[in-house]
Nanobody, 122 residues
């Protein structure tokens, strides 16, 4: 079992940057692919990006490609979401998720953090 705790959310102006972290408990972190999702009020949970177990492969939603970068540290059991050129449309609660999947659908992931709020003001 994996427990996930996100941190790093906050308020930032458009064009700014922020890095989210997701710390995982357990010794099996490196056996899970990790993903970030987000959910804005009144909207469906949306795929942001994912990273393979080794960290060698990443995949992003078109809406964030070129602006967001996912990385992971399998020694520190942490996955990161580096966000640049932020837009008001990026405002959402951001969740990290762990799963043995390459899916972009949130229902395919097994473990979830509690979420961290990002607010981008214009």
């Amino acid at each position: 079992q994996v427990q996930l705790v996100e941190s790093g959310g906050g308020s930032v102006q458009a064009g700014g940057s922020l890095r989210l972290s997701c710390a995982a408990s357990g010794r099996t972190f490196s056996t899970y692919a990790m993903a970030w999702f987000r959910q804005a009020p009144g909207k469906e949970r949306e795929f942001v990006g994912r990273i393979s177990r080794s960290g060698g492969t990443t995949y992003y939603a078109e809406s964030v490609k070129g602006r967001f970068t996912i990385s992971r540290d399998n020694v520190e059991n942490t996955v990161y979401l580096e966000m640049n050129s932020l837009k008001p449309g990026d405002t959402a609660v951001y969740y990290c998720a762990a799963g043995r999947t390459t899916a972009t659908v949130w229902t395919m992931y097994d473990y979830w953090g509690q979420g961290t709020q990002l607010t981008v003001s214009s």
